[in-house]
């Protein structure tokens, strides 16, 4: 019984289903301006950049410690999300998944500490780093 449902089933989704062809109906006036837009604002974005990293140069008054600076700062804003949903993961391999299981839990809160360890690290280094080589280098 069940086998002749399935089959049923299967051979009204096949029968319902309708083919659809695609058509090029978009303006090509509007796409040429979408496509504009997009570019100018791509490079708008990479132009920013750049002169956030002549900043960073500038102020560190060397090439590398500024490109250090620059890529301290980025991993400094995106390791936030990161370890929010880490912590998150570790939380539900704690408390839920490890209510039954006390090998669970314990992975569940090791990755916990390690990602807390990791997010204090990636928030302090930048710091640090600016103070070493501003402080001490001159």
Do not use: H
């Amino acid at each position: 019984m069940k086998k002749i449902g399935i089959a049923l089933a299967i051979i009204l989704c096949v029968l319902s289903s309708t083919i659809v062809f695609a058509s090029n109906s978009i303006n090509t006036k509007t796409k040429q301006t979408t496509q504009s837009q997009t570019v100018n604002q791509l490079v708008e974005m990479k132009d920013k950049e750049k002169t956030t990293l002549e900043d960073y140069q500038e102020a560190y008054g060397s090439e590398a410690y500024g490109l250090t600076a620059y890529v301290l700062n980025k991993v400094q804003i995106y390791s936030i999300p990161f370890c929010f949903v880490g912590i998150a993961i570790s939380a539900i391999y704690q408390y839920v998944l490890g209510i039954r299981k006390l090998d669970t839990r314990d992975k569940g809160f090791a990755i916990m500490i390690s990602i807390i360890t990791i997010f204090i690290i990636a928030q302090i280094l930048p710091l640090i780093f600016a103070i070493v080589v501003k402080g001490w280098r001159g």
